[in-house]
Nanobody
Framework: QVQLVESGGGSVQAGGSLRLSCAASAHTVENYAMAWFRQVPGKEREGVAASTNGGSTLYPDSVKGRFTVSRDIAKKTFYLEMDDLKPEDTGMYYC???????????WGLGLLQENDFDFWGQGTQVTVSS
């Protein structure tokens, strides 16, 4: 069973930065497609970043240039670096993993969907104030 544990959330002013961490097994970090999603009450989860085990990355336009994902297999951790944060980035952030992840066609279209990932963490809250 894949276990994912997020950390690093908190409160920050607009323009600030945060780095989220997702602890997993070394096997997961090395071999699985992994992603970060966020959710605000009353809305569906929104994908904000993903990477394949081969190093391809995907970001929606809303965060492109501000968010960066990375992996450290030795530390068994998947990261989300968030810079120039905006109030609309506020939400619960979830780490997700899947043995396959999005299909190549979805990846090519920039589609990051919740149902492409089987394993989820419990989430970490990010609050950005103006």
């Amino acid at each position: 069973q894949v276990q994912l544990v997020e950390s690093g959330g908190g409160s920050v002013q607009a323009g600030g930065s945060l780095r989220l961490s997702c602890a997993a097994s070394a096997h997961t970090v090395e071999n699985y497609a992994m992603a970060w999603f966020r959710q605000v009450p009353g809305k569906e989860r929104e994908g904000v970043a993903a990477s394949t085990n081969g190093g391809s990355t995907l970001y929606p336009d809303s965060v492109k240039g501000r968010f960066t994902v990375s992996r450290d297999i030795a530390k068994k951790t998947f990261y989300l670096e968030m810079d120039d944060l905006k109030p609309e980035d506020t939400g619960m952030y979830y780490c997700a993993a899947d043995a396959e992840g999005p299909s190549p066609s979805a990846w090519g279209l920039g589609l990051l969907q919740e149902n492409d990932f089987d394993f989820w963490g419990q989430g970490t809250q990010v609050t950005v104030s103006s």
